[in-house]
T-cell receptor
Framework: AQSVAQPEDQVNVAEGNPLTVKCTYS??????LFWYVQYPNRGLQFLLK??????LVKGSYGFEAEFNKSQTSFHLKKPSALVSDSALYFC????????????FGTGTRLQVFP | EAQVTQNPRYLITVTGKKLTVTCSQN?????MSWYRQDPGLGLRQIYY???????DKGDVPEGYKVSRKEKRNFPLILESPSPNQTSLYFC??????????FGPGTRLTVT
């Protein structure tokens, strides 16, 4: 069965420091992977995706993610965190059947401290 | 830019009182879906629709109905809501290049 795991419920980082939000996946075949962000009282906003090509994917707001096939991971990264990055982050994989369904991880709350 | 609107944004109701959450899009996209978000569970798909009059169950369809009579609208219907349907609900559309765009969410409380 396809699944996505976000092993950390919360990640704390000081402003200006690099941040990483972890995601691992389990799919058969080539995965289509996504990161979304949810700010308080807002819907989900698309950050970036990996479909094929370069393993390092750049997205919105200075975020990037690295696809690692051998480790089945798709970690979200940012070189220098901002307080305004504090939000709930979801990793997702596109299902192979019902091909437009997204299978989400449980989410990781990122807290950036001044 | 793709826009998805949902109404109402907040709803408190009582067990058994039928309700409808509306979802509307402005981009003529074929694929629409409903998700619910619960703490510790992420988002789970309730129902989806590939086009007008074409709907199918997602992972957690029990207690919900949908309809797709026209391309732009995809309402979620709870015929007899129960407290375990208290959740945050999102409507989504499939844009180009596989991204999905989500509405602002509807927070439902069933007492």
């Amino acid at each position: 069965a396809q699944s996505v795991a976000q092993p950390e419920d919360q990640v704390n980082v000081a402003e200006g420091n690099p941040l990483t939000v972890k995601c691992t996946y389990s799919v058969s075949g080539n995965p289509y992977l996504f990161w979304y962000v949810q700010y308080p009282n807002r819907g989900l906003q698309f950050l970036l995706k990996y479909i094929t090509g370069d393993n390092l994917v750049k997205g919105s707001y200075g975020f990037e993610a690295e696809f690692n096939k051998s480790q089945t991971s798709f970690h979200l990264k940012k070189p220098s965190a901002l307080v305004s990055d504090s939000a709930l982050y979801f990793c997702a994989v596109r299902a192979l059947y019902n091909t437009d369904k997204l299978i989400f991880g449980t989410g990781t709350r990122l807290q950036v401290f001044p | 830019e793709a826009q998805v609107t949902q109404n109402p944004r907040y709803l408190i109701t009582v067990t058994g009182k039928k309700l409808t959450v509306t979802c509307s899009q402005n981009m003529n996209h074929e694929y629409m879906s409903w998700y619910r978000q619960d703490p510790g569970l992420g988002l789970r798909q309730i129902y989806y629709s590939m086009n007008v009059e074409v709907t199918d169950k997602g992972d957690v369809p029990e207690g919900y109905k949908v309809s797709r009579k026209e391309k732009r609208n995809f309402p979620l219907i709870l015929e007899s809501p129960s407290p375990n349907q208290t959740s945050l609900y999102f409507c989504a559309i499939q844009g180009g290049l596989y991204e999905q765009y989500f509405g602002p969410g509807t927070r439902l409380t069933v007492t």
